[in-house]
Every structure is written in structure tokens, then in C-alpha cells.
């Protein structure tokens, strides 16, 4: 039965809207296949409607990335532009953020950010899915819910060694200071140092980590904004890139739809992962060179969108160079890449 049913996709011999071909598909499949079978044609049908519908996905970074730069009226101007692009393609919007999720949620609001569908916060340790709901909710976090096969997925990784645990193991490192509470997690352990320090440090903790045999890993980052050096400790593995690759297989989704944008180093890993990626002008320039020399070193072509324009301007401005979204015919492009590999 459900092979039946595969191929009748595949064929596209089944036309009906959406809700119904869901229905037709398993009123047939339940009598004579298993669970896994009936999963198996849900995933087929939602891939068969993607591609019909052409739909295709941004991934982006919030700040530095996504949320216009302070007193850059173009900034503005472009959020508006891309917001209402990816209304009128019935695009899928993603966020992935080192922020956590109560902050994403502020961003939103603050900058009146489009509504994503799926948000990937606390660098890569958390998953977020819209869910339908009233209108009358009055708040818009209370539209989303935590992945919890995701959650699941990352407890196996660390298995006993907890954040608490790690924690405890690393009090004897100086020249780190947690960060606030709110921006710790269960999967996720911050710290500030020195931004000079920053070497230094992270390998006098990889050593605690080698020495204790702790699952964990090491991200690190300069805020763009106030200097700060950011150490973040995750899951051994887990990064931006490993949260986006997982939600990208479970869906699914055809990598070559997704495109990410992004600004500093907790976007490298999703930026040399394959995607189409799209570098905007006010990221280090040191890191968009190693960026570009990795696609080069991969020999990977047309992957890499080096934008002149900052933030919001440089993610609309990718997103047209990729033919994700079309450019304004009455507003002739006045951007020009400075270098696409």
C-alpha cells in the first residue's frame, strides 16, 4: 500500500488541495501499512508540495545580519522590501541566532521582524516551530513551541555530563565570568572574556574538556558591537550549522532551497557547510576572507555572495543575486557583488 501511494505522488497523480491530499493519503495508507510507512508518505507529500509550490527557505542571523543597523534608513527600507517579498513568494523564513528564545522574541517585536516559521536560538541548542493559534494570543512567543525531539536528540550527545557538571569543572579557569542567566540553557553554558584573550582561553578549557572527557565543545566570538569576547561551551558538535543540518533533514527539505545569511564567527560553520550563504558588508572582513577561502578550498561555485550592502540591505541583496527573491523591476539594482564564488 504505501508504495502505491509513493508512486502516485511521485507521478503526480494526486491533485488535490493540501488538506485533502493528506487526507486521501492516509485514509489509504492506515488499513494495510505500518506507522513508519504512513510517516514516510507524509514527508514524500510535503516534499512534492514544496517543490511544486517553489518554495524556498532563508536562514538568517539576527543581529549584525537580519535587524536593520542604528540610523541606516536604507536598513529600514530594505526589512520592508524583504518582508513583503517573502509574503508575496509564500517563503519560509527561519532565524538563527545566538540569541535566546525571550530575546528573539523582543527582536521581533522591537524591530517589527517578519514572523518565522522556525527559530533556531541559543546558538544551535534550541529549536522553535510556529504553531497555529488564535489571533487573540496576546503575546507573540505564545505562537511557538519547543522542539522536543531536538532536545531529546541533544541529551543523548552530553548523555550524564550536564551543563551544571561542566560548569563546576571549569570554576578553576580564570579570565572567564558567566553570562547572565537568561542566556544560559540547558544544552548551553556562556561566558565573557577578553576579546585578546580569546585563544588563550578557549584552549585552557578545551584542555579541562580533554582532561575530564567531558562531550562538549567550544564556540567563540567577538560581539560586533561592544568588543566582548563570547565563549559559549554546546554539545560536542553542536553549532548553528548542526541545529540548522538537523531541522533540514527531519522536515524535509532539499538543501539547495535553503540560503543563509549571516555577519560573525558562530556563522562559519553554517557558512561552510554547503549552503548558498550570503557574507553582509559590515562583517570582519578578516572573517569573510576565511569564509571565501573555504568555499574556494571545497572547490564549491556560485555558494558564496559577498554583499556590498550592510545587514538588512546585503541579506535582501543576496537573496536577488541567488534569483531567491526577484529584483524590483522599478527600482533598477544599484548593488553589485565584490566577489561570488
Request: aromatic share 8%.
Amino acid at each position: 500500500m504505501t508504495w502505491w501511494i509513493a508512486h502516485k505522488i511521485n507521478q503526480h497523480q494526486v491533485k488535490q488541495p493540501a488538506c485533502q491530499l493528506l487526507s486521501t493519503v492516509f485514509k489509504a495508507a492506515l488499513p494495510g501499512t505500518t506507522h513508519r510507512g504512513a510517516v514516510t508518505c507524509h514527508r514524500l507529500i510535503e516534499k512534492k508540495m514544496r517543490k511544486e509550490n517553489q518554495l524556498k527557505i532563508l536562514a538568517t542571523d539576527l543581529d549584525g545580519t537580519l535587524i536593520p543597523l542604528a540610523d541606516n534608513p536604507q536598513n529600514q527600507r530594505d526589512l520592508q522590501t524583504l518582508k513583503d517579498a517573502l509574503r508575496k513568494n509564500q517563503s519560509t523564513m527561519m532565524f538563527v541566532t545566538g540569541r535566546h528564545f525571550g530575546s528573539v522574541i523582543h527582536a521581533i517585536e522591537e524591530f517589527d521582524l517578519p514572523i518565522p516559521e522556525w527559530i533556531i536560538c541559543d546558538v544551535g541548542t534550541s529549536i522553535y516551530k510556529l504553531k497555529p493559534a488564535p489571533e487573540s494570543l496576546p503575546e507573540i512567543g505564545s505562537h511557538f513551541e519547543q522542539t522536543r525531539d531536538y532536545a531529546f536528540y541533544l541529551r543523548r550527545l552530553i548523555g550524564a555530563y550536564s551543563a551544571t557538571i561542566l560548569r563546576d569543572e571549569l570554576t578553576s579557569v580564570s579570565g572567564i565570568r558567566l553570562q547572565e542567566e537568561q542566556k544560559q540553557g540547558h544544552f548551553k553554558l556562556s561566558y565573557y572574556a577578553e576579546a585578546r584573550e580569546l585563544d588563550e582561553l578557549c584552549s585552557l578549557i578545551q584542555t579541562e574538556l580533554n582532561r575530564n572527557k567531558l562531550p562538549w565543545s567550544i564556540i567563540a566570538s567577538v560581539d560586533p558591537f561592544n568588543g566582548d569576547g563570547l565563549i559559549d561551551l554546546l554539545p560536542a558538535g553542536c553549532s548553528k550549522a548542526f541545529a540548522l543540518d538537523w531541522l533540514i533533514r527531519h522536515l524535509p527539505l532539499d538543501e539547495s532551497d535553503v540560503v543563509f545569511a549571516g555577519d560573525s564567527g558562530n556563522d562559519f560553520a553554517a557558512m561552510t557547510s554547503g549552503l548558498k550563504s550570503i557574507v553582509v558588508a559590515n562583517a570582519d572582513r578578516e572573517f569573510a576572507k576565511r569564509v571565501h577561502d573555504e568555499h574556494v578550498r571545497q572547490g564549491w561555485k556560485d555558494r558564496l555572495f559577498l554583499a556590498t550592502d550592510q545587514a538588512t540591505s546585503g541579506v535582501l541583496q543576496g537573496c536577488q543575486q541567488f534569483g531567491f527573491l526577484p529584483r524590483d523591476s522599478s527600482n533598477p539594482p544599484h548593488r553589485k557583488a565584490v566577489g561570488s564564488n
